[in-house]
């Protein structure tokens, strides 16, 4: 068993309550944070003042850091209401910090204990809690028998009704069981999507600075002052590229260390990444996701960023959405992983274009003023299929089929190859554009993610432009997304 004196736990308590302060000056610096302040020692703030974090669109949070003095001794219901030496609970006193704060806010504030301490799986209260954010108030919310009972004896132990019991609880969280360790490793992550040095000497000057701001308590600071702090401690990393994580198909865990990320996961149907291939409500989406790219645009131009990694998974509509966002004429370099390693926009193109454009056979139509589709064809061949689905769906649009010589997995070299042709077929249609004028370009593509990427990066003086999903079937696609240039 492992026991720590109270002053090594002060100590404990210390260390991390410094890592998680430092953890969120870095959060700031995310191109997508809702951080718009940080206090540390916040006046005023009862009970509830180790960190306060003032948020753009969300509640406000208060946290309270608490070290385990012994770290055998788990998370109980006993813990959060003892009240040894008939001194107020630490139930109570956040209670009472919370019901302090509440006037002060339009919306209620959030309040979050953070303890390095572990749920006990036998507490009838903690252990069955119904949610994974750390909240426990749908547990006692529903609960029957034992939890009924633990619904009365709280609301008593605080001096107000069930009712008053639970709107406290909606905005209680407890961070359990993150030892300094965790702490560490996130802030790795974190780091990494500030573009701050995370290497153990770099942290140690990012915690000496926080027990620096603790000797001269009540500081509050704005994202761009930390960003100067930042600077000054000599902590960012130059030059490094940026960390775009648009998780679709599912989460994914790059999203933590990303500069921005963007969740999209709600907007499929299914939940198997391989059987999700469209909208589960396209209005909606069609209206989301562009405005998201857009912001995520606008922010990352703000933080002075161009150059830009992309990270999935996602199907091709959205690496082409992404690319076209982050295009070239707007100013962004954008690269993703390849099969060979990383394939950006800033390489140079090689001097292989071979791609192959065929027009329609048939004359017997004027196709001036007609919608285009076109079928690319690098992966695998899908002309057949394209004109399968345009003759049931879309019959008067002009198809215009562009394929390397030989589709396939290794159809193209490389990234200069798959530049060299992108470009090839960018410049073979603004040509077609000029005497053709249509209306609307409908797009189906078969390649690697990577460069669907580097193709909508490249979409530049293009009629708008429909995306579209494969829907696994021979000839069957559907609608996905609108790109306008």
Not at 233 to 244: I, K, S
Not at 447 to 471: I, Q, S
Not at 473 to 483: F, I, T, W
């Amino acid at each position: 068993m492992t026991r720590r004196a109270a002053s090594g736990a002060r100590l404990l308590g210390d260390d991390v309550q410094h890592l998680i302060v430092w953890y969120f000056a870095l959060r700031t610096q995310r191109a997508d944070s809702t951080i718009v302040e940080l206090a540390v020692e916040a006046a005023d703030a009862g009970n509830v003042d180790d960190l306060t974090l003032r948020r753009a669109g969300e509640p406000d949070e208060y946290w309270q850091v608490k070290a385990s003095v012994d770290a055998a001794t788990p998370l109980t219901e006993g813990w959060l209401l003892d009240r040894s030496k008939g001194k107020p609970s630490l139930l109570q006193r956040l209670h009472a910090s919370w019901t302090k704060l509440r006037p002060r806010h339009e919306r209620p504030p959030k309040v979050v204990l953070a303890t390095t301490k572990a749920i006990d799986s036998a507490d009838v209260v903690l252990a069955p809690r119904a949610t994974m954010d750390g909240r426990i108030a749908e547990t006692l919310r529903h609960g029957q028998g034992a939890l009924a009972e633990a619904r009365k004896r709280w609301a008593d132990h605080l001096g107000v009704d069930e009712a008053g019991l639970l709107e406290f609880l909606d905005c209680f969280e407890i961070r359990h069981a993150q030892s300094e360790t965790e702490w560490r490793e996130k802030i790795r992550d974190a780091a990494a999507a500030a573009r701050v040095c995370s290497d153990r000497a770099s942290v140690a000057v990012g915690v000496q600075q926080v027990r620096d701001w603790i000797k001269a308590p009540r500081r509050t600071f704005t994202p761009t002052e930390l960003t100067t702090v930042i600077d000054l401690l000599g902590l960012h990393v130059p030059a490094a590229r940026a960390l775009f994580v648009a998780q679709a198909l599912e989460r994914n865990p790059r999203a933590d260390a990303a500069t921005y990320s963007v969740d999209w996961t709600d907007l499929f149907d299914g939940v198997d990444p391989r059987t999700c291939r469209k909208f589960m409500d396209p209005v909606v989406a069609r209206e989301r996701i562009p405005a998201d790219l857009a912001l995520a645009r606008r922010r990352l131009r703000a933080h002075q960023i161009s150059d830009v990694e992309i990270d999935g998974p996602m199907r091709l509509p959205l690496w082409f959405a992404v690319g076209a966002q982050f295009s070239s004429t707007a100013g962004f370099t954008v690269s993703a992983q390849a099969r060979d390693g990383f394939w950006s926009s800033s390489i140079t193109p090689s001097t292989q274009r071979d791609l192959e454009v065929y027009l329609p056979d048939s004359q017997d139509d004027d196709p001036c003023g007609r919608p285009w589709a076109v079928s690319v064809s690098f992966a695998t061949d899908i002309a057949e299929d394209v004109e399968e689905y345009l003759m049931r769906i879309q019959s008067d649009a002009y198809h215009i089929k562009a394929r390397l010589p030989v589709p396939g997995r290794t159809a193209l070299a490389d990234a200069p190859h798959a530049l060299a042709v992108i470009f090839q077929l960018r410049d073979e249609l603004r040509t077609l554009r000029r005497r053709l004028r249509p209306p609307e370009l409908h797009l189906f593509i078969a390649m690697p993610g990577a460069c669907a990427l580097l193709l909508g990066n490249a979409w530049d003086r293009m009629p708008a432009t429909w995306t579209y999903w494969d829907l696994g079937e021979p000839g069957q696609y559907a609608p996905a997304l609108r790109v306008d240039n």
